[in-house]
Nanobody
């Protein structure tokens, strides 16, 4: 059974950090572009970070650049999103997706959707509040 499961969300104070995990079962994440997205109530889903399926290239939205880091752990078949210096506006449901059909990251930034299709997790809630 193909499945993506996000974890690591929670309540954190402004300026704090969280590390989100995106764990896959039923398929090997190495062959997929991975994207992290978030959606706050009443807002559109925002693409915040991607990592390529080919050369490890990464993309970050301007809103998180310099504070968030995406990485892969091939042994654990997991992708992480390290989030530092969190702000209240980061409060949202965070999703990961695994895409096929393209690298996921072009020279100028994200190329999501990658063209073939994608799997999505159900999300993990992040709340940044004092």
């Amino acid at each position: 059974q193909v499945q993506l499961v996000e974890s690591g969300g929670g309540l954190v104070q402004p300026g704090g950090s969280l590390r989100l995990s995106c764990a896959a079962s039923g398929f090997n994440l190495d062959y997929y572009a991975i994207g992290w997205f978030r959606q706050a109530p009443g807002q559109e889903r925002e693409k915040i970070s991607c990592i390529s399926s080919s050369d490890g290239s990464t993309y970050y939205a301007d809103s998180v650049k310099g504070r968030f880091t995406i990485s892969r752990d091939k042994m654990k078949n997991t992708v992480y999103l390290q989030m530092n210096s969190l702000k209240p506006e980061a409060t949202a449901l965070y999703y990961c997706a695994a895409g096929w059909g393209g690298p996921g990251v072009s020279r100028n930034g994200s190329r999501w959707p990658v063209g073939g299709g994608d799997y999505w997790g159900r999300g993990t809630q992040v709340t940044v509040s004092s």
